[in-house]
């Protein structure tokens, strides 16, 4: 029928194949010629059943994106889905791959489900500001209770095919020939015969539901959605069609769904969801890559055991180099102990545990780094000691074995230098945990090979990282907009914040922590080290390690952690020392609101962005916003700093940076330039404003 819309019939079971590369997206290229499919098998007196299914290497994996926000071109998914179930003859979609979205929305149009044993289902509109508005809200709970349908939906987590059929969202799942056993599902559903109830007109399960169980699902969902309106939404919806008739319940989806999708938070996710694709990608897309084998890994503390534990659970080989036996043995042993943690949450299995653990092999020799494709190191930050450790790896790794640092701040550019192969040395700069952390900041040295810098972009996507290249400079983008975030925290607590108070005007905009929070976690002394290599001080923060305040690590930071406790309380001997602190200086203490606090960080970190643009050690504005929303914590629902500087007016932010400038005569507040001509065009690159 069209190119990407197919018909065959197999002895009387039409099977309708959807072939959209690269996952079947459900635009209205395929959304038109496959409602005029159906419409035609439906009348076909000739048709005992129908297969939907899709060819490559997915199910349909979701609606087109680039299409919302934009004037809906008819039909519409809703019309697709309704239409469907007007079919008195059975339906069956036959999934493989993913059906995520209005894929899985297009799937519970049908009567009945199957699946390959590897499909994954799933509605993760939710990440994107969303809510399935193709009628999952109203259909799922039909078909698997409302609660269940509640954490399938506000999690935006794909099921399995096995757990999707016990819940009863599949009705069978294969192994082999999926549209084999489909059409052969669908023959024999055909010659049992009907009546075939269509989802919509299934509503036992809901009739079970127990409202309270619900509300109270809901009422523990709203504290961890920290201010984000989909979850919220999501929950409302599902509630909907507990309580409304279906074409009232679907009715209301839709209108939250048109809420949502105009809204500033589902706007920001949307850039987001762009944005970590596009700093993925490298000038030069046919630049070849090195073949990766084995890595590895120099240090195995922290952070050096999180970077080989990203590896070997990216199925890498890793050799794991320490300077001692002893500190080795206590590296895998730490390693070992967190593979062990994660099969008692039932997060992996004993299997999955003693193939990850296979794939280490320990070593104090660097003879056995030779047979490395890729050696980290992750020792010290200090410039004397990575140059060593570099010079050993110069004298033993084999040509074209791309060497790189775990850095945080230290100029890449004078390790390169100090090496015969320059062109092979670029920056990985982790985020601990380092088998946790999302994100990879990938520094580019000057002489870095094109190709070099391909492999580990690659590479960093086979480890589930979410990458960013940037530049060399002082502590790259994050921890340099860090510095710049931080530069007025002290001086907000000497004229009369507390931690507590701008803890939570952090909080209170989004963040899942705030400043001092983050310190008393991370530990004081980590930052205290680095303000001391650098010749510079801060008085508060200083005089607290140097009493042995170095966070919950000690018990005691900022706050009080009392019996090892996670949460902090309020020490009265800290807000003393501030108070001492102050005197000293001749501060008076005055109120200060969050607003205040507020522009005194957020503002300087997004003119710090600006500089950093401008100097070119970022490509774009939006891999700023990938940066500070995947390693630090920015609030999804504002996009990350430069996506929300857009919403908060350029203008705006200039006008109180030259007030703070003017104030305290800092030049953190000084507005950078490109700054200035983002009020101008509204646009970071200097371009009109769409």
């Known amino acids: 029928m069209s190119n990407s819309v197919s018909v065959a019939n197999e002895n009387g079971v039409a099977i309708v194949t959807i072939d959209n590369p690269p996952v079947n997206a459900l635009s209205f290229h395929v959304r038109e010629p496959l409602m005029q499919a159906l419409v035609a098998l439906r009348d076909d007196a000739e048709v005992a059943a129908i297969v939907l299914a899709c ?68 509605l993760p509109e939710v990440k994107l500001g969303l809510l399935p508005g193709g009628g999952g809200t109203v259909r799922l709970p039909r078909l698997v209770g409302a609660v269940k349908a ?35 599902f669908a023959r024999e559903i055909a010659r049992k015969g009907g009546p075939f109830t269509p989802v919509r007109d299934r509503d036992d399960l809901l009739k079970e539901t127990d409202l309270a169980t619900f509300d109270a699902e809901v009422v523990d969902l709203a504290r961890k959605a920290r201010g984000l309106e989909a979850p919220i939404a999501c929950a409302q919806a599902v509630r909907n069609a507990v309580t409304l008739p279906f074409d009232d319940a679907l009715a209301a989806e839709r209108a939250l769904f048109v809420t949502l999708v105009a809204s500033d938070q589902s706007r920001a996710q949307r850039h987001l969801f762009f944005a970590e694709r596009e700093a993925a990608k490298l000038p030069g897309k046919d630049t070849p890559k090195r073949r990766i084998g084995r890595v590895g890994v120099i240090g195995a503390g922290t952070m050096g055991g999180g970077i080989a534990m990203a590896f070997a659970n990216g199925g890498f080989a890793v050799t794991l180099l320490e300077t001692s036996q002893e500190a080795l043995q206590r590296g895998l042993g730490m390693i070992e102990k967190n593979y062990t943690v994660s099969v008692a949450r039932g997060s992996l299995s004993e299997d999955a545990k003693r193939d990850r653990l296979a794939q280490f092999k320990g070593s104090t020799d660097y003879a056995d780094l030779a047979d490395c494709d890729l050696i980290i190191e992750a020792v010290f930050e200090d410039m004397a000691v990575k140059k060593e450790v570099f010079g050993k790896l110069d004298a033993i790794a ?49 002489k870095t090979a094109p190709d070099a810098l391909a492999t580990v972009v690659d590479l960093a996507r086979r480890v589930g990282k979410v ?36 803890d ?29 290599a650098r010749g510079l001080t801060a008085v508060i923060s200083d005089t607290l390690c140097e009493q042995g305040r170095f ?22 001997e800290v807000e003393a020392l501030i108070r001492e602190k102050a005197a000293e200086r001749g501060i008076e203490p005055r109120a200060i609101g969050a607003d205040e606090i507020i522009e005194r960080t957020l503002y300087p970190l997004i003119n710090e962005g600006a500089k950093i643009l401008e100097e070119k050690i970022a490509a774009r504005a939006s891999d700023i916003d990938v940066v500070w929303v995947n390693g630090y914590g920015f609030p999804i629902g504002k996009g990350g700093p430069m996506f929300w500087a857009g919403l908060e007016g350029a203008a705006k932010i200039i006008e109180r940076l030259e007030y703070w400038h003017q104030r305290t005569g800092k030049d953190v507040f000084k507005p950078a330039p490109l700054l200035k001509r983002m009020a101008e065009t509204g646009s970071w690159d200097g371009s009109a404003a769409a």
Not at 157 to 167: K, L, R, S
Not at 514 to 525: E, I, V
Not at 553 to 568: D, H, P
């Open 55 to 122: 060819a490559g290497r997915t199910f349909v994996a979701g609606a087109d994106i680039t299409e919302f926000g934009k004037p809906v071109q008819q039909p519409d998914l809703r019309a697709v889905v309704a239409l469907l179930e007007t079919i008195a003859k059975p339906t069956v979609a036959a999934i493989h791959g993913t059906a995520l979205g209005g894929g899985l929305e297009l799937a519970l149009g049908c009567h009945f489900r199957v699946a390959n044993t590897g499909a994954r289902l799933g």
């Open 150 to 184: 509640l954490r399938i939906i506000v999690s935006g987590t794909p099921v399995g095919a096995q757990e999707a059929h016990g819940a009863g969202l599949v009705d069978a799942v294969f192994e082999g020939d999926l549209t084999a056993h489909a059409v052969n």
């Open 398 to 446: 084999r040509p074209g074995v791309i060497l790189a640092t775990n850095t945080s701040y230290l100029d890449i550019n004078e390790i390169a230098a100090s090496v015969s192969r320059p062109q092979d040395v670029l920056g990985l700069h982790f985020f601990s945990p380092a088998n946790v952390m999302k994100l990879l900041e990938i520094v580019r040295a000057e």
């Open 467 to 502: 990458a960013v290249v940037v530049g060399v400079c002082h502590g790259f983008v994050g921890n340099r907009m860090l510095a710049a975030r931080g530069s007025e925290s002290e001086a907000l607590l000497l004229e009369g914040a507390t931690p507590g108070q701008i």
């Open 504 to 532: 939570k005007a952090f909080t209170d905009f989004g963040w899942p922590m705030g400043p001092f929070q983050m310190g008393d976690l991370a530990g004081l002394d980590i930052g205290w080290r680095n303000r001391k």
């Open 551 to 572: 966070g919950q690590k000690s018990g005691r930071g900022f706050y009080l952690y009392e019996a090892g406790a996670r949460a902090g309380v309020p020490d009265p």
